[in-house]
């Protein structure tokens, strides 16, 4: 008898542990609303790896390039002093047919905007067909050993810049008058920047010099 009672009890436990529900967080609920709502757009061109392969194959040109941006003032405009891009990754990428279709796709706004949550992705074969290249800490980087053809490169770029300004600190009065107190502050502001370029090799042997920014 107590051993079918402590049958009964298990399966009772069992029964009950299947039946919980785990309510999941707010936050995983917005991002799985978020998902489910994506719109993604492709290239309707097939992509053709045999060509891109092709186009990635050892050459004699070469690539030489430095990656850079402005500064921008505390109100973010574009400055005159260079910030380089120290030690950040470059992407490139062969212009093929399936490319700029792509790459036409991606810079329409109604097509692409994270904000409305409207992607455009390429073929993961697509994006495995690339060259990568790391730049220096003076925003350097090469691409060796390139064949004659047209190419895309781009590279995300982190950097703070540091801002000086006067900061009120009171006010007093004089003979004269009032008097406004100023003390030296300065605060950190952090930027990204995409940077982006087309380069054609047109001769093999070539070297082009380009600026990506």
């Known amino acids: 008898m107590k051993t079918i009672s402590l049958l009964l009890?298990?399966?009772?436990?069992?029964?009950?542990?299947?039946a919980?529900?785990?309510?999941?967080?707010?936050?995983?609920?917005?991002?799985?609303?978020?998902?489910?709502s994506e719109v993604i757009t492709m290239p309707t061109l097939k992509f053709d790896s045999l060509q891109?392969?092709?186009?990635?194959?050892?050459g004699k040109g070469k690539i030489v390039g430095e990656a850079f941006t402005r500064q921008r003032n505390g109100y973010g405009m574009k400055v005159l002093g260079k910030v380089k891009a120290n030690?950040?990754?470059?992407?490139?990428?062969?212009?093929?047919?399936?490319?700029?279709?792509?790459?036409?796709l991606w810079s329409d706004k109604s097509k692409n905007n994270?904000?409305?949550n409207r992607y455009v992705y390429m073929?993961?074969?697509?994006?495995?067909?690339r060259l990568e290249a790391v730049t220096n800490s003076d925003g350097e980087f090469t691409f060796p050993d390139m064949k004659p053809g047209k190419y895309y490169l781009y590279g995300s770029m982190d950097y703070t810049l540091n801002y000086q300004y006067n900061k009120y600190a009171g006010s007093g009065y004089d003979n004269y008058g009032k008097i406004d107190y100023y003390t030296p502050s300065s605060y950190n502001k952090d930027f990204n920047?995409?940077?982006?370029?087309f380069v054609e090799v047109k001769n093999d042997g070539e070297v082009v010099n380009v600026k990506l920014k």
């Open 20 to 36: 919980q529900y785990v309510e999941p967080e707010k936050a995983d609920k917005e991002a799985a609303k978020r998902k489910a």
């Open 9 to 18: 009890l298990l399966l009772f436990f069992g029964f009950t542990i299947k």
């Open 114 to 116: 994270p904000k409305k």
């Open 87 to 104: 030690k950040i990754k470059v992407i490139l990428f062969p212009v093929t047919p399936y490319f700029e279709e792509y790459y036409k």
């Open 123 to 129: 073929d993961k074969d697509a994006y495995r067909y």
């Open 52 to 58: 891109t392969k092709s186009m990635l194959s050892l």
């Open 193 to 197: 920047e995409f940077l982006e370029t």
